[in-house]
């Protein structure tokens, strides 16, 4: 293609992105393209967004109000100028190519106008229509005129017009009576509208299995057995009991709660054949969450294998086990059955033992699979991709987010069964796809946003305004807020006090900003949950009526009240008493405060030239950016050198080779071997490092990429013998000569695994097994394999390729960790004895090979690596994620990204999905020309410094600096408002912005003379 040619077809090309899907993967995917310079067209078929994460209760591993985290998402994507929302919307028709779609839209009629709607919800009471809810899974009901939930975005009603009486039978109309907004509109019409975009990103969600197809559970027929799902809305402080916990026959405190796993899910004959790869951690964050709701409660979890194979997932399982005392029982469940006295429900099962059990629960909750979205099949066909045998979108391993079609990529459950983090990051991996697609659009579809100017409250009195949020019953249920609120009132400069039910909702937030119009408010006070996650919302909020968003002060009595006080409300009551009059004594002092602009330098240093570093460095280039790639090492591959296919049977080095010779000829990638991080400084968007090479280069996001590396095992005789080998060294053996008939292979799982000083799974080393497993049965038959396994992590789709290993006749024997293998090696073979679970007696195999099954750790070097950044890592030295559900590529400092084995042991389509989504969230750092620094920073006195350099030895970021004229000043833009210098000033010259001395000390005082 000549060059004016290519520019054309980029002139042809749509700077806009259609993302279907409106659950927590759509909305990363959409933040991240609007964030960018792209607009965004986001499509969801319910009337809010949300999607099943929006009805969760609490997330593991940090326990989380799920609504909580993603609530601030919710109303930052209803926020965004870059992304357009329609709900309620589905897509009939697709045509074009990547660069150029033209897609249709269908969005049936809402009966009710947005502009009009103020979420009030006087109309709901009205309608004398009740269904079953379906955000709460029927259990509860909801009317014909509705919201999905409390906290639904956007949060104008819908009416349902195959319940609607006026729609159906021509009577009623009360929700119009009702509406003084007069936004009911019954002649409201189905509408049909093309969208053209440049690119697509499916992430329709998922759909979960029906348990009234396994009869032998009773759902549906037994009142106290409900899924998963439901027993999360149970659980919910927003769902139908209130956060409190009660069985649906006789609304009774169940005590005894049962899971039994895998339900619809590793069953191929009345079920699904894969594995849903979420359900073994959410039944132990239930019982975790159920025995903190009422410490007499005892769970019980029946499973078959558990599948933790996250980062930090089996110490998880461990707190399960010892700090919430369930108990996890390997069995079969065969049969529930019903007390019809007492309702109560009698599990039967068969244990280790083989014997058969009865015990007695108060609830069963049946943990539910994933499966496709139930239009998955209709979606392949309307946007012209192909898919699987199960209907999950047709994808490589090798290319996890991209589809058979050019520009439309997939990410979430629609491309598999997989956890939110994961979700996360084949979002952000397919809009690095799209935004290296469009690079050239970037900013040709969007509208600058103009703020109102910031109101100037010099001279006038505080007026402080304070929202005491209820947060469904998370507060409200252990904290008084009305007396709060009554406190509150009575503290000089308050002008305003009030509770709101759900302050971070779009309702609550119009409430704010009326109030502070109204009141003419120029301080504002929100008592509710975590800053951590809901300042930003909120000083959003307050800057759209005009005030600078530093006039905010949020006083956390959830975590540090309700939560930790939930057994005591009247302490809890007078401790959010306490905070909030603190807060209060601190707003009264704030003042506004300016951010500093900086500009950004739009190239990427990508450290660690592993897969994970090549495709982030590519995905990077094709976006537009100059990128930087340092490996430590003589040539490029990290860990993939060595492997030669993957469980699939792709050509690893095939395709290893073709991204290094990529890289290799790519002009805006700069190659740097056998190199390594000598010095770094600077900021986000500005920093400066300086190369073992000597080498200067200047940089605006850094990727930290740096790989890990294989235990080198020393148990079961691997230093004695040739005969016993590692998985990768019988990968080299395969390709080398075929198995001789009669030959004997056996594994042995979790080598340096699962147990201290690594207690983690390696993720690989199951796969790992099972891929060699199966070449050694198809290539000869008559060969033993044997596979000593503690739990086999075949998550996801791989159950497959677990079933075909046991077609081919591959033995798989159980062992605990009380009980390991022991070998033995004699001359040319080895004995292998490890007592049998099914027999119930010691067994013994003469094996030709013993072949270890070794798992990743950690780069030695990365806590030397983490202090040189001040980064951090976890308590296994991999490097921490700012949050390990919605921000798991971000560390928590600015600028820096983070993807592939550095971040934990994973597989290779995983560690290229991150590389993938770490390049996109540096994307879209990159495209900006200006970045505004942080308005929370030291300020420096100069005129009182005594210029001790106590400021200039302490300040772990370089910010005070010795000027020419010998005296210390201080460079702003690398601060970062850690406090170190205004705590060790003898003459107090640094204070810091929101933190001053006098703020911290009105605190203090506020306390005092309430005792």
């Known amino acids: 293609?000549?060059?004016?040619?290519?520019?054309?077809?980029?002139?042809?090309?749509?700077?806009?992105?259609?993302?279907?899907?409106?659950?927590?993967?759509?909305?990363?995917?959409?933040?991240?393209?609007?964030?960018?310079?792209?607009?965004?067209?986001?499509?969801?078929?319910?009337?809010?967004?949300?999607?099943?994460?929006?009805?969760?209760?609490?997330?593991?591993?940090?326990?989380?109000?799920?609504?909580?985290?993603?609530?601030?998402?919710?109303?930052?994507?209803?926020?965004?100028?870059?992304?357009?929302?329609?709900?309620?919307?589905?897509?009939?028709?697709?045509?074009?190519?990547?660069?150029?779609?033209?897609?249709?839209?269908?969005?049936?009629?809402?009966?009710?106008?947005?502009?009009?709607?103020?979420?009030?919800?006087?109309?709901?009471?009205?309608?004398?229509?009740?269904?079953?809810?379906?955000?709460?899974?029927?259990?509860?009901?909801?009317?014909?005129?509705?919201?999905?939930?409390?906290?639904?975005?956007?949060?104008?009603?819908?009416?349902?017009?195959?319940?609607?009486?006026?729609?159906?039978?021509?009577?009623?109309?009360?929700?119009?009576?009702?509406?003084?907004?007069?936004?009911?509109?019954?002649?409201?019409?189905?509408?049909?509208?093309?969208?053209?975009?440049?690119?697509?990103?499916?992430?329709?969600?998922?759909?979960?299995?029906?348990?009234?197809?396994?009869?032998?559970?009773?759902?549906?027929?037994?009142?106290?057995?409900?899924?998963?799902?439901?027993?999360?809305?149970?659980?919910?402080?927003?769902?139908?009991?209130?956060?409190?916990?009660?069985?649906?026959?006789?609304?009774?405190?169940?005590?005894?709660?049962?899971?039994?796993?895998?339900?619809?899910?590793?069953?191929?004959?009345?079920?699904?054949?894969?594995?849903?790869?979420?359900?073994?951690?959410?039944?132990?964050?239930?019982?975790?969450?159920?025995?903190?709701?009422?410490?007499?409660?005892?769970?019980?979890?029946?499973?078959?294998?558990?599948?933790?194979?996250?980062?930090?997932?089996?110490?998880?399982?461990?707190?399960?086990?010892?700090?919430?005392?369930?108990?996890?029982?390997?069995?079969?469940?065969?049969?529930?059955?019903?007390?019809?006295?007492?309702?109560?429900?009698?599990?039967?099962?068969?244990?280790?033992?083989?014997?058969?059990?009865?015990?007695?629960?108060?609830?069963?909750?049946?943990?539910?699979?994933?499966?496709?979205?139930?239009?998955?099949?209709?979606?392949?066909?309307?946007?012209?991709?192909?898919?699987?045998?199960?209907?999950?979108?047709?994808?490589?391993?090798?290319?996890p987010v991209e589809t058979s079609r050019p520009g439309i990529y997939v990410a979430g459950i629609y491309q598999g069964p997989k956890d939110i983090p994961e979700t996360v990051i084949q979002a952000s991996g397919a809009a690095s796809c799209a935004m290296s697609l469009l690079g050239e659009r970037r900013g040709t579809e969007i509208e600058e946003v103009v703020l109102p100017p910031e109101?100037?409250?010099?001279?006038?009195?505080?007026?402080?305004?304070?929202?005491?949020?209820?947060?469904?019953?998370?507060?409200?249920?252990?904290?008084?807020?009305?007396?709060?609120?009554?406190?509150?009132?009575?503290?000089?400069?308050?002008?305003?006090?009030?509770?709101?039910?759900?302050?971070?909702?779009?309702?609550?937030?119009?409430?704010?900003?009326?109030?502070?119009?109204?009141?003419?408010?120029?301080?504002?006070?929100?008592?509710?949950?975590?800053?951590?996650?809901?300042?930003?919302?909120?000083?959003?909020?307050?800057?759209?009526?005009?005030?600078?968003?530093?006039?905010?002060?949020?006083?956390?009595?959830?975590?540090?009240?309700?939560?930790?006080?939930?057994?005591?409300?009247?302490?809890?009551?007078?401790?959010?008493?306490?905070?909030?009059?603190?807060?209060?004594?601190?707003?009264?002092?704030?003042?506004?405060?300016?951010?500093?602009?900086?500009?950004?330098?739009?190239?990427?240093?990508?450290?660690?030239?592993?897969?994970?570093?090549?495709?982030?460095?590519?995905?990077?280039?094709?976006?537009?950016?100059?990128?930087?790639?340092?490996?430590?090492?003589?040539?490029?591959?990290?860990?993939?050198?060595?492997?030669?296919?993957?469980?699939?049977?792709?050509?690893?080095?095939?395709y290893l080779a073709g991204a290094i010779a990529q890289v290799g000829e790519h002009p805006a990638i700069t190659v740097h071997l056998g190199t390594t991080i000598d010095v770094t400084d600077g900021f986000v968007g500005n920093f400066k490092t300086t190369l073992s090479s000597g080498t200067v280069i200047e940089h605006g996001a850094v990727l930290v990429t740096t790989g890990g590396v294989e235990y080198q095992p020393v148990e079961y005789g691997y230093n004695d013998s040739d005969k016993v080998i590692t998985q990768r060294q019988l990968e080299d053996q395969l390709a080398e000569r075929d198995p001789a008939a009669g030959e004997c292979y056996v594994m042995i799982q979790c080598v340096g695994s699962r147990e201290e000083p690594a207690n983690y799974c390696s993720r690989i080393c199951c796969q790992d097994a099972l891929k060699n497993s199966i070449a050694i049965k198809q290539r000869q038959p008559q060969a033993t394999v044997a596979v000593l396994y503690r739990d086999m992590r075949a998550y996801g789709l791989k159950e497959d390729y677990y079933r075909q290993a046991r077609d081919l006749g591959v033995l798989f024997f159980l062992y605990t960790p009380d009980h390991k293998p022991t070998v033995q090696t004699e001359g040319e073979r080895c004995r292998v004895s490890f007592p049998d679970k099914v027999l119930g007696k010691e067994m013994t195999i003469d094996a030709d090979y013993v072949v270890l099954s070794t798992g990743l750790r950690p780069q030695p070097d990365a806590p030397e690596m983490a202090k040189k950044y001040k980064l951090t890592c976890n308590i296994d030295d991999f490097f921490m994620e700012a949050h390990v559900k919605l921000r798991p590529v971000d560390f928590p400092s600015e600028g820096f990204f983070l993807a592939g084995l550095a971040h934990a042991p994973k597989n290779l389509e995983e560690t290229i999905g991150q590389s993938l989504a770490a390049a996109g969230r540096a994307g879209a750092l990159l495209s900006k020309e200006q970045l505004k620094v942080s308005g929370i920073i030291s300020k420096h006195n100069r005129d009182i410094c005594m210029s001790c350099l106590a400021c200039f030895r302490a300040c772990p970021f370089g910010s005070p600096f010795i000027d020419e004229d010998g005296r210390v000043s201080h460079n702003e833009v690398k601060c970062t408002g850690c406090g170190i210098c205004a705590g060790i000033c003898p003459a107090k010259a640094f204070q810091v912005n929101f933190f001053r001395d006098d703020q911290i000390i009105a605190m203090i005082d506020s306390v005092t003379e309430l005792h």
């Open 1 to 399: 293609m000549t060059l004016n040619a290519l520019g054309e077809k980029n002139r042809q090309k749509v700077g806009s992105v259609l993302v279907v899907g409106s659950g927590v993967g759509g909305m990363q995917a959409a933040l991240d393209l609007a964030d960018s310079g792209l607009l965004v067209h986001m499509i969801g078929d319910e009337s809010s967004i949300g999607g099943t994460m929006a009805r969760l209760d609490k997330t593991f591993p940090t326990g989380d109000c799920a609504m909580c985290m993603i609530s601030p998402r919710m109303v930052e994507s209803s926020r965004h100028p870059n992304i357009k929302m329609h709900t309620l919307a589905s897509v009939k028709a697709v045509a074009g190519e990547e660069g150029n779609f033209t897609v249709t839209v269908e969005q049936p009629a809402r009966y009710v106008d947005p502009d009009r709607c103020t979420g009030c919800g006087a109309c709901e009471p009205t309608c004398p229509v009740k269904i079953p809810s379906e955000f709460n899974l029927g259990l509860d009901k909801r009317k014909a005129i509705y919201a999905l939930f409390p906290q639904a975005v956007p949060n104008t009603r819908a009416i349902d017009k195959r319940y609607c009486l006026y729609l159906t039978k021509n009577v009623c109309r009360k929700c119009e009576k009702a509406c003084d907004a007069q936004a009911i509109n019954f002649a409201d019409q189905d509408r049909v509208y093309d969208l053209s975009v440049g690119s697509i990103i499916l992430t329709p969600g998922l759909k979960t299995y029906d348990p009234a197809i396994r009869q032998e559970f009773g759902y549906g027929r037994l009142a106290n057995v409900v899924t998963s799902l439901q027993f999360e809305r149970l659980l919910s402080a927003s769902g139908p009991c209130g956060g409190t916990v009660a069985r649906p026959s006789d609304q009774a405190h169940p005590k005894r709660l049962a899971w039994i796993q895998c339900v619809g899910s590793r069953n191929s004959h009345n079920a699904n054949p894969w594995c849903s790869s979420v359900c073994c951690m959410y039944a132990a964050k239930q019982a975790i969450i159920a025995k903190e709701h009422d410490p007499e409660v005892q769970a019980t979890v029946f499973y078959m294998e558990l599948r933790a194979f996250g980062k930090d997932f089996d110490k998880y399982i461990d707190k399960a086990k010892n700090e919430s005392g369930t108990i996890y029982r390997r069995a079969m469940v065969s049969e529930i059955i019903e007390d019809p006295a007492t309702k109560n429900l009698i599990i039967h099962y068969i244990d280790e033992d083989g014997r058969r059990i009865n015990e007695e629960f108060d609830l069963a909750i049946l943990s539910i699979g994933f499966e496709p979205h139930e239009q998955a099949r209709a979606f392949a066909e309307t946007f012209g991709i192909e898919a699987d045998d199960y209907g999950f979108a047709g994808t490589s391993k090798l290319q």
């Open 455 to 654: 109101r100037d409250i010099g001279g006038e009195e505080p007026r402080v305004g304070v929202f005491v949020c209820h947060c469904g019953v998370n507060i409200a249920g252990t904290v008084d807020v009305k007396q709060v609120a009554e406190a509150a009132a009575g503290q000089p400069g308050v002008v305003h006090a009030e509770t709101v039910i759900y302050a971070c909702a779009p309702d609550g937030q119009e409430k704010v900003k009326e109030t502070i119009k109204e009141k003419g408010l120029n301080r504002v006070i929100i008592a509710s949950c975590t800053p951590r996650t809901h300042s930003p919302l909120f000083q959003d909020t307050i800057r759209e009526v005009g005030l600078n968003k530093f006039l905010f002060e949020l006083a956390d009595i959830r975590e540090q009240c309700s939560w930790v006080h939930k057994d005591d409300k009247e302490i809890a009551t007078h401790k959010a008493i306490e905070i909030t009059n603190m807060n209060i004594a601190k707003g009264r002092l704030l003042e506004p405060v300016s951010q500093n602009s900086v500009g950004v330098t739009h190239t990427a240093l990508v450290i660690g030239g592993g897969i994970a570093g090549i495709n982030a460095s590519l995905s990077l280039a094709a976006q537009g950016y100059q990128v930087h790639l340092v490996e430590r090492e003589a040539e490029l591959g990290g860990l993939l050198r060595r492997v030669r296919r993957n469980l699939e049977g792709d050509d690893v080095q095939a």
